[in-house]
């Protein structure tokens, strides 16, 4: 079947389960502000299964579920990132939950066939001048 940790296609490219099959967590942490790192790797790694530490920047914050699919933290604050990193390496059933709820979110937001409906959407609405699918209407 197509999609991310089954080797399918995932918006941005292919997956390989192999890469990441001894991490226990992918760290995206850029420690000097205003720097935004590879969002890429951190789909790449979440559709493997894996929670990821990121940095509170950019598209990091549509990827990462704050305490469900991993962890953000503010950048240059290492202490967070140690602590993160240790929770995970010492709670293997958080890791876990973190690792499924991560592929999860990934198959929902990332895959091709579930992302582009919603651009069509958002899209058809902009056009027709209606509000965007997910706002308030007013």
Known sequence: PAGPGAGGQWSGGRCHRAHFRHHAA???????????????????????????????????????????????????????????????????????????????RVRERFVFENLMPRVEATLAAIAAGRPLPGEPVP
């Open 26 to 104: 992918a760290v995206q942490h850029d420690v000097a502000a205003g720097r935004q790192g590879a969002t890429c790797a951190l789909v790449e790694a979440a559709s493997q299964g894996l929670p990821v530490i990121a940095t509170r920047t950019g598209a990091h914050e549509l990827i990462v579920a704050e305490g469900e699919t991993g962890f953000l933290d503010d950048a240059g604050d290492v202490r967070a990132l140690g602590g993160h990193l240790r929770r995970l390496l010492d709670d293997r059933d958080l890791r876990d939950r973190m690792a499924t709820a991560a592929l999860q």
